[in-house]
């Protein structure tokens, strides 16, 4: 089964503010530097992120935040109304390229239901 045809939903029981995060492991190596981040269909009152970042694995398998500068286009929205939160928008996330085994985006979840719903796709890097 290809999970990258698919959207991913968090829904809990859950009213405490949380971080998800998705994303995507490889057994070799990958050289990334961008990746597109697309919204799911948004809830009046849930479904996305009101922050967001990205993680990557390191040389000890342990997820540790990017800390270089990332360039989100169109401009991310950081506020948690729902109002402003558009259905199924294609988001490049761009930064300088990194080799790794794993990558993800990390957000905390956004709402009244505190969910959210996205697909991901992982651009590798051109190799120049």
Do not use: C
């Not at 961008?34 to 009152?45: C, D, P, Q, V």
């Not at 997820?63 to 988001?91: E, G």
């Not at 390229?97 to 051109?126: D, F, Q, W």
């Amino acid at each position: 089964m290809d999970w990258r045809r698919f959207s991913f939903y968090s829904i809990t029981d859950s009213k405490i503010p949380h971080e998800d995060y998705y994303g995507y492991q490889w057994k070799e190596k990958q050289i990334i530097g961008n990746i597109i981040f697309r919204t799911g269909s948004m809830e009046e009152n849930g479904g996305w992120f009101q922050n967001l970042h990205i993680e990557y694995l390191d040389n000890q398998q342990k997820w540790v935040k990017l800390n270089n500068r990332l360039a989100i286009t169109p401009k991310f929205d950081k506020s948690n109304l729902a109002l402003n939160k558009a259905h199924f928008l294609n988001y490049r996330i761009q930064f300088n390229p990194i080799e790794t085994k794993g990558i993800r985006i990390v957000g905390l979840a956004g709402g009244g239901t505190i969910m959210n719903s996205v697909k991901i796709h992982i651009l590798r890097a051109s190799p120049n």
